[in-house]
């Protein structure tokens, strides 16, 4: 059943208990996550973490508990691959529970987007990016609100930066604000080198953390970002940087046995902060299994820039089968 993302109020939960949210809008659908959830407990998953483990899935949706009187399970990065998972939960009670699928871009002949579109029992809904007068909308109302002068000039440089998606316009916003606090103006300059900084933050801990065969907080950190198609050559720019220098601490620590030395003589030096995982992502590689990585991320690459569209599947696919890899010692 197609509902438009204004309608979402039509929704009946206790009739449409499973709902696919698709499209690039990733701030309007989070918003619509907090409005139909609202203050209840989320678990969260990503589709390969269900798609490897689905008994556990099932077993866990199908649990009961004294405790909790309902389930809001969100499912992001959500194809065509879990109808299965989607006719397995069909024949089970789950009265008590309400799914979100959360999808990129689906195109008219995809699978999921035709299941939920022509069934009565489940939601489908569509966030396309917003358009300029909204996101405009939405900015003035925040600077008005903020007791924020800004001009009309400003904020449609700050849309730019924003591609149609109003949390990405939210972060800046508040960046922006945050900026003022402290009685600092605002100019032109300002604006333009405050939005145009890329924050990779999350991404470097994403591939640290895969490196180090930290899988849990690998998955954990995929599902709390909402990573764009334009992001995925970036992580993996940033996946491949620190492979090499993994494969060349690797190929050192084979050497000298030590891996004390081994750290503390790196060049470049490796900051304080980092030499703990650093150490672990050591342990875990061998040279030559670094060296298949390295070839695997060129190859993905590839991949990648063919498949713009399917890009985030792909290399959060990639990333947690690499965080997964049994390595022979």
């Not at 499209?23 to 918003?31: I, R, Y």
């Not at 875990?284 to 390295?294: A, V």
Request: include cysteine; aromatic fraction near 8%.
């Amino acid at each position: 059943m197609i509902f438009k993302n204004y309608e979402i109020n039509k929704i009946d939960l206790n009739k449409n208990k499973i709902l696919l949210l698709y499209g690039q809008n990733e701030g309007f659908k989070n918003e619509v996550i907090n409005t139909l959830f609202k203050n209840s407990d989320i678990s969260v998953y990503d589709e390969k973490e269900i798609l490897d483990n689905s008994q556990s899935f099932l077993e866990n949706l199908l649990n009961k508990s004294l405790f909790d009187t309902s389930k809001r399970i969100l499912i992001k990065r959500a194809t065509d691959k879990f109808i299965k998972i989607l006719h397995e939960i069909s024949t089970k009670n789950i009265d008590d529970s309400i799914i979100i699928l959360n999808s990129g871009n689906l195109e008219k002949k995809s699978k999921l987007r035709a299941l939920f579109e022509k069934s009565k029992e489940y939601a489908c809904i569509a966030f396309y990016p917003d358009t300029e007068k909204t996101m405009s909308d939405l900015a003035s109302t925040f600077f008005k609100n903020k007791n924020v002068s800004m001009s009309q000039l400003n904020i449609n440089l700050i849309i730019s930066k924003c591609n149609g998606d109003r949390e990405v316009l939210k972060n800046e916003l508040n960046k922006l604000y945050y900026y003022t606090k402290n009685g600092k103006k605002l100019s032109n300059e300002i604006i333009a080198k405050l939005t145009n900084l890329t924050e990779d933050h999350s991404v470097s801990e994403l591939i640290d953390n895969c490196l180090a065969k930290n899988s849990k907080k690998t998955i954990s950190i995929l599902n709390e970002n909402n990573f764009s198609n334009e992001d995925c050559i970036l992580i993996i720019r940033i996946f491949l940087n620190k492979s090499k220098k993994i494969l060349k601490l690797s190929n050192e620590f084979n050497k000298n046995k030590d891996i004390d030395l081994t750290i503390s003589t790196a060049k470049p030096p490796i900051f304080w902060k980092d030499k703990e995982i650093t150490k672990q992502q050591v342990f875990r590689w061998k040279p030559e299994n670094i060296k298949d990585l390295i070839y695997n991320l060129n190859e993905i690459e590839l991949l990648v820039k063919k498949n713009v569209n399917n890009s985030v599947n792909l290399i959060t696919n990639f990333i947690i089968e690499s965080s997964n890899l049994e390595i022979n010692n």
